[in-house]
């Protein structure tokens, strides 16, 4: 009898590929980051603090008694080339990766990097998905914010930057979890994402709702849409993600955002974006491994809603 073996290093343990071609799901590593936070910098280390950290996570997949990874066809192609702070540069490689995981027929599943790393990967779907989608957006920000930063490009604006190149309908598309300070009825933040046409569901508005209603909205919102999700780890609360980038108190909690991923399974997902992991603030590992939780909740929101295994 034989053990078998991982590949060290790998989300998951995965088989390490040079291209997507003939894969279900091909992770990618984007250790991309702007640079520009006066304290926190460190998002460029994530990808491969959070592969680490997924060897855990993986060992709870054996009582499922669902060979999920094997059916998806998951592998890993390792880290985009890029110089953080590079904008022209990381951006392009990030595009042309995931351009061509999407070419290849397989589902893209990134690891930032900061929140900047997720506009290249937009342009990539819209230009080579070959149909539109939306966007659903976990975050404690809206990252629309208009003028936080003296920079085209940044960690802050991408959704901005996303309706002003049409990459995604805004109308179509739902923000989860914001924290934006509203003072005396002031728009803040929020009303601008509001005024690109966004939907925004605050975490106070959360709330109120729950996570049944929250559920029920998203899956009536994205019924025949396909979507990108992008989940930003300061949506959960820094008791529970504090190697973020940019930390924000009052967030959900682990149980919440698991509830949340599974009551979604179903839908039709065409890119999966986990992004804001920062190793040096991370406390124990537990921020690392939780961002592999909700990678492998993706892999499951994939496996619901396709016939599997992929290839015959």
Known sequence: MTTPVHPVGTLFGVPVAPTAEGAGVAVLGVPFDMGYHPTRIGARSGPAHVRAHSALVVEHLDGFGIPIIDELGVVDLGDVDVLPGNVDESFAAVESAVAAVVQAGAVPLTFGGDGAVTLPQLRAMRKHLGRDFAILHFDAHTDAYDGIYPYDYNNANTFIHSVTE??????????????????????????????????????DEFTSMGVAALVEHIREKFADTPIYLCWDMDVFDPSASPGVVTPSWGGITVREGLSILRGLRGLEFIAFDINTVSPPHDVAGITGSLAAQVAMECLFLLHSARDWPAQS
Request: hydrophobic share 40%.
């Open 166 to 203: 049409q990459l995604a309908d805004p109308t179509a598309s739902l923000h989860v979890g914001m924290r934006d300070t509203q003072y005396r009825g002031t728009a803040g933040v929020i009303g601008v994402a509001r005024e690109l046409g966004y939907e925004v569901i605050t975490m």
